[in-house]
């Protein structure tokens, strides 16, 4: 059974056997564009619903956020845009960290023990123009023969052109 909690910020946190959960990745949407910024909000980022939905993020869910033209790296919570409006607008001081057409990875993340990250299967959205989804990816974790952890990265697309391994696997 898989016991896995949302914790922003916490690396690791004990539990009561004395063993300690660690902070992995939950679900990624890479490479999203976005669609606006209103500095005269109250905070957050607004995501197309269907996009959230897809990958698990969840409404009021905060999620770790890193600009690929500026490298600024900022958290705030989810917010559910309009289902199929491709929307990705980063609101209230949020909006200072982006421009309209910036290419950004959004990340949340999930802590758990050593070996519940096994059962864990983050999906990842990737986009190109337009904000129209042009793979989607699955991550993996599983033990080797000699119990050491390894992964495996899994590609709808067979072949792709914008810089994802089709499959990495140890």
Known sequence: MLHCTNIGGI??????????VEKYVGAKLH???VTDA????HGSITIDADFCREVGLKPLEYVEIWNKMSGARISTYVLYGD??????ILNGAAARTCQQGDEIIIASSVFCEID??????PRVLV??????IVDRITYEVFR???NSLDMAVSSELSDNS?????????
């Open 11 to 20: 690396a690791n946190i004990p539990t009561g056997e004395g063993q300690a």
């Open 31 to 33: 490479g999203i564009r």
């Open 38 to 41: 209103k500095l005269n909000y």
């Open 83 to 88: 289902p199929g409006s491709r929307c990705c």
């Open 116 to 121: 519940d990250i096994i059962e864990l299967k």
């Open 127 to 132: 986009f190109g123009e337009n904000n129209e």
């Open 144 to 146: 080797r023969a000699d």
């Open 162 to 170: 914008y810089g994802f391994p089709a499959s990495i696997s140890g």
